[in-house]
């Protein structure tokens, strides 16, 4: 009997899903499990190399993808008691990944629960700061007493590399109105609701995409925009975001171990990532063809 599905969205993942499905069907632990993938429109043969492996493998058209309407789709597909999911150019970097996910089920009360991303070879500055914080070696349990300690970590949860109970999937679903940030909507409505979410940081993956400024800029114009939307921007979630936001930008100019231009490239970042959030937030003030400028999923279309 199948207890666990594996849901990948994918689309022109050619140098990465055979990796990835590699790793998937070499877990040691784990129970059995189902691999479901949707592929909303390849081109470069991403269907082909997911038909050598044994996979379920549904096709969608490239305009049908939205990012909660296609995970809830993958949801409704899956027999399994667990809906795990993972993005095709994320790579479990161990074979008790699966194991480490779902062990934390054994508490009833945990509805959710997402794993560590870790670097990738050629991953820049940025993104390495950004995993080592967001993605800590602490494990973190997720409950309304811990809301004000945690900030805007709260409400962070990540479908690259996540597991949530499909009863809790019924109850709440991928808010579908949400054109990003899916997972930071259904978290919400998760932990709202009386459930616990559990950061694993065992449960490791290699995932991790370089940005330039200007589409770090527009990424976190939306995450201030989305987080606004979703009234989750209280004090406490600003204070620490912005807390770490200066850690982080201290612990680059210090960093011994990268060079003086890579250091200065990430801080140019960090100022793209702060004015795009800062904008996002306060995108009421702004015109409308702006607003369109600056979403990098157009949010205003």
């Keep these: 009997m199948v207890q666990t599905s594996i849901l990948i969205p994918a689309k022109n993942e050619a140098l990465n899903i055979g990796t990835c499905l590699n790793a998937v069907f070499s877990q040691a632990t784990g129970g059995a499990f189902e691999v479901i ?34 995970r809830n789709y993958l949801a409704s597909l899956a027999q399994g008691r667990y809906l795990v999911y993972l993005n ?44 080592s914080r967001v993605y ?52 919400k409505r998760i932990l709202d609701a009386g459930w616990r979410i559990v950061y694993e940081p065992a449960a490791a993956v290699y995932h991790a995409d370089n940005h330039s400024s200007k589409g770090l ?19 406490s979630a600003r204070s620490s975001m912005s807390r770490e936001g200066w850690r982080l930008v201290c612990r680059k100019l210090t960093a011994g171990n990268s060079s003086g231009s890579a ?21 009421r003030l702004l015109p409308l063809a702006l607003k369109r400028r600056f979403s990098a999923v157009r949010l205003f279309d």
């Excluded at 095709?88 to 991303?117: E, I, K, T």
């Excluded at 800029?217 to 004090?235: A, C, E, H, M, S």
């Excluded at 250091?263 to 306060?282: E, F, P």
């Design 217 to 235: 800029f527009k990424r976190y114009f939306d995450t201030g925009v989305i987080y606004q939307r979703l009234n989750i921007w209280d004090k």
């Design 263 to 283: 250091r200065a490239i990430s801080v140019v970042h960090d100022a793209a990532k702060y004015a795009g959030l800062m904008l996002g937030r306060n995108e």
């Design 136 to 187: 800590g070696d602490e494990k973190i349990i997720k409950e309304a007493s811990r809301k004000r300690e945690l900030g805007y970590r709260y409400y962070h949860l990540s479908t690259v590399n996540a597991a949530i109970r499909k009863d809790v999937w019924q109850a709440t679903g991928f808010p579908q109105e949400l054109k990003i940030y899916e997972d930071v909507g259904i978290a």
């Design 37 to 70: 993938v949707v592929d909303s429109g390849s081109t470069d043969g991403t269907t082909d190399i997911v038909a050598g492996y044994p996979v379920r493998l549904y096709r969608i058209p490239p305009e049908a993808f939205h990012h909660a309407r296609t």
């Design 88 to 131: 095709a150019d994320a790579f479990p970097a161990s074979q008790d990944w699966l194991q480490f996910l779902l062990s934390n089920f054994s508490d009833p009360s945990v509805g959710a629960v997402y794993g560590r991303h870790l670097p990738k070879p050629g991953c820049n500055l940025e993104r390495r700061a950004v995993l």
